[in-house]
């Protein structure tokens, strides 16, 4: 995995704290800031990079321990929990939506921040393993952050719904 890391990605896997520190700072700044706005897109790219490449141990680093993830419905098999915890959690989620599904395409739309909550906006295509049967979808993803790290995760298959929780007017 270091092999594909970018620079700042080696740094945030060894430095997980000036990480943290940095992101605090950069979300201090006002949201009409373009500095504070290319700073969490470009933060969002490299995260769903590293998720999609499979590399977690970029992708935790911007979670806090006590991190809770809600998955949306229509992604969860039978067996599968409804609610995963922490960062143990992160990477049972990864493990077993890479065991039901093989990402094909995962293309960011739309960034929203809010301050406390950022909101995505991603066309997502993938594969069943088994089946092979595709499902190409959309999906909103609302994240709350907290001392630099994301605490909570929501996805929803439908955008809307992704803005009404983060209280964006439609």
């Given at each position: ?88 959690g992160l990477r049972q989620w990864a493990a077993d939506l ?15 921040d809010t301050g406390p909550m950022l909101a995505f906006h ?49």
């Amino acid at each position: 995995m270091a092999k594909r890391r970018m620079p700042e990605e080696q740094l945030m896997v060894l430095w997980p704290g000036g990480w943290a520190a940095l992101s605090r700072l950069v979300l201090r700044l006002p949201l009409s800031s373009r500095f504070r706005a290319a700073m969490v897109r470009r933060n969002a790219l490299t995260g769903w990079g590293a998720w999609v490449r499979g590399d977690l141990d970029v992708v935790v680093v911007r979670f806090a321990p006590d991190y809770r993830y809600d998955p949306p419905s229509e992604w969860l098999l039978p067996g599968m929990p409804t609610v995963y915890h922490g960062h143990a959690g992160l990477r049972q989620w990864a493990a077993d939506l890479h065991e039901a599904w093989e990402f094909v395409e995962h293309m960011p739309l739309e960034i929203v921040d809010t301050g406390p909550m950022l909101a995505f906006h991603c066309q997502i295509r993938l594969r069943a393993r088994a089946s092979g049967i595709e499902l190409d979808t959309q999906l909103g993803q609302v994240f709350w952050i907290e001392r630099g790290v994301i605490v909570r995760e929501s996805d929803f298959g439908d955008w809307g719904r992704a803005l009404q929780v983060a209280g964006v007017p439609r």
